[in-house]
């Protein structure tokens, strides 16, 4: 049969609500707009879990950080949990990565046959939470407010440099598949690192956002008493006491990171444009790992539930899904099944193991039932939390904190828990007797305790003597590059042509 190719366009931290259904009118985002119009644009998308690498994981296998036990930041991902690009390559797919996915351990290839570039964050167990130290603070990776207290406009960053690198990879393995040299159907991967904090923009994105009406929250900040004991723990992790975030600290952020979609746009718009112009034809997704607080609530970047944080855009141009909104809850472990329904790779044999279910028929005009499940394991925890979103409603439950209840078709910014209201009995009831059925909360804790303190051990011992990263390190054969003694120059001309001559 003959299978389609795939570009899967991934970024970083962008705030789902963002894209209520495409990118908000004000935004200056002309490419993803172009790209929704043609997408089945899921509006009520969420992570798996409101972190990197657990999200990525849950995001490339359908499964939850509880199967996958990626639980944080440094916990690694088994190399024989597969992944889309294992089923993709396994049907004769080739299958690249340009960018990052936060692959942890000495597996950094996860299915992909090729990568293009390296990680922008560490691969070893350095990361590692600890839980039987509840309340520290590892300072030198957890977050901390200096991000928005830093926000401004700079030329080049850390992150900048990255995903600049990113798009040039990406493009540049556009215009070598359209050379045609491998018959094989492709499945290409360009993920970013943006919008993702720091909060710093170049001028040029910057300027575009000098009048924006969003640049305040819609809830402002809440005294630290006022929050549920998992935000507060956020705040603790992120150092607040330290910092005095004022007003203009909040503008200077947001409007960072509204310039940084701005910029992704145009990354975004290089490769379709690169597509567009070597006349390739691919089935296109556009997704986010997990979102950010953006200051709502006083909260910045993730590791909640709240919608802000859980919430993702998500939008799949194919043609088997007709293009609009889709509104029933969907999650990004509903991807992996969906890329393989799309390219006719069955998934039968891990089927009982996997979490997610093909979007597809939702593209098609098909109901769903099945609830969104999330968890998170990671900094700012201290247990498990697990939520379920079905229907309106959100349940979130974590053995240490009192349960939380909204309803978001009449609270859609998560004001009132209801979880005490009398009138929710019933659902509350039903919603936590599914929890029940899918987690053992007491086990996953134990699992992750495991999992931390197996990690601890691992990572000083391997920090003692000779040290050898696990790392990815980019091969460039350079002398199978451009023209070398042992090509016909004739040869090596005619075939990097695009298109060929005459």
Not at 203 to 226: Q, T
Not at 251 to 265: P, V
Request: hydrophobic share 40%; net charge negative.
């Amino acid at each position: 049969m003959s299978r389609p190719n795939i570009l899967i366009l991934m970024v970083d931290q962008l705030n789902g609500t963002l894209f209520p259904d495409g990118p908000a009118d004000w935004l200056h985002a002309p490419n993803l707009k172009r790209l929704a119009m043609g997408s089945t644009r899921f509006a009520t998308a969420y992570t798996a879990s409101p972190l990197c690498a657990p999200g990525r994981a849950s995001f490339m296998s359908g499964q939850l950080p509880s199967r996958t036990r990626v639980y944080d930041n440094a916990a690694e991902f088994a190399s024989d949990i597969p992944t889309y690009a294992h089923h993709l390559r396994r049907a004769g797919y080739q299958t690249c990565l340009s960018g990052k996915m936060h692959f942890v351990g000495p597996d950094q290839m996860h299915g992909f046959e090729e990568r293009l570039t390296t990680d922008i964050y560490p691969a070893d167990f350095g990361w590692t939470p600890d839980y039987r130290k509840p309340g520290e603070r590892i300072d030198w990776w957890y977050h901390n407010m200096g991000s928005v207290t830093g926000a401004g406009v700079a030329e080049i960053s850390n992150q900048m440099e990255y995903d600049d690198e990113v798009a040039y990879h990406a493009t540049r393995k556009i215009h070598d598949l359209s050379r045609g040299h491998d018959p094989r159907p492709w499945c290409l991967t360009v993920s970013f690192t943006h919008p993702h904090d720091p909060y710093v923009a170049r001028r040029r994105y910057w300027d575009l956002y000098e009048d924006c009406a969003h640049l305040l929250p819609e809830v402002p900040a809440l005294a630290y008493e006022g929050h549920d004991p998992h935000a507060q723990r956020i705040f603790d992790a992120n150092d607040w006491r330290s910092y005095e975030i004022t007003e203009d600290h909040i503008r200077r952020a947001r409007r960072a990171y509204f310039a940084n979609i701005s910029y992704l746009d145009d990354k975004i718009g290089e490769i379709l444009g690169a597509m567009e112009r070597t006349r390739q034809e691919a089935i296109v997704v556009f997704v986010s790992d997990h979102g950010d607080m953006l200051g709502e609530r006083g909260l910045w970047y993730k590791m909640c539930f709240y919608e802000g944080s859980a919430r993702v855009p998500l939008m799949i141009a194919a043609p088997e899904m007709a293009p609009g909104r889709i509104d029933a809850p969907v999650s990004t472990i509903d991807l992996c099944p969906t890329l393989c329904d799309l390219a006719g790779v069955a998934m039968d044999e891990i089927a009982p193991w996997t979490d997610g279910e093909s979007l597809v028929p939702l593209g098609q005009g098909a109901e769903r039932e099945a609830p969104v499940a999330m968890e998170y394991a990671a900094e700012a925890s201290e247990a498990p939390l697990v939520a379920l979103r079905r229907g309106s409603l959100k349940y979130t439950r974590c053995v240490l904190d009192p349960e939380q209840l909204f309803d978001l078709a009449a609270d859609p910014l998560e004001l009132t828990n209801l979880a005490a209201d009398p009138a929710y009995a019933a659902p509350l009831a039903a919603l936590r007797a599914e929890a029940d059925a899918r987690w053992d909360l007491a086990r996953f804790d134990a699992e992750v305790r495991e999992s931390q303190a197996r990690r601890w051990i691992v990572y000083e011992a391997l920090r003692n003597g000779a040290y050898f990263p696990w790392d990815y390190q980019p091969l460039q054969k350079a002398s199978e590059r451009f023209m070398r003694n042992n090509m016909d120059l004739n040869v090596v001309e005619e075939n990097a042509r695009f298109p060929r001559g005459e």
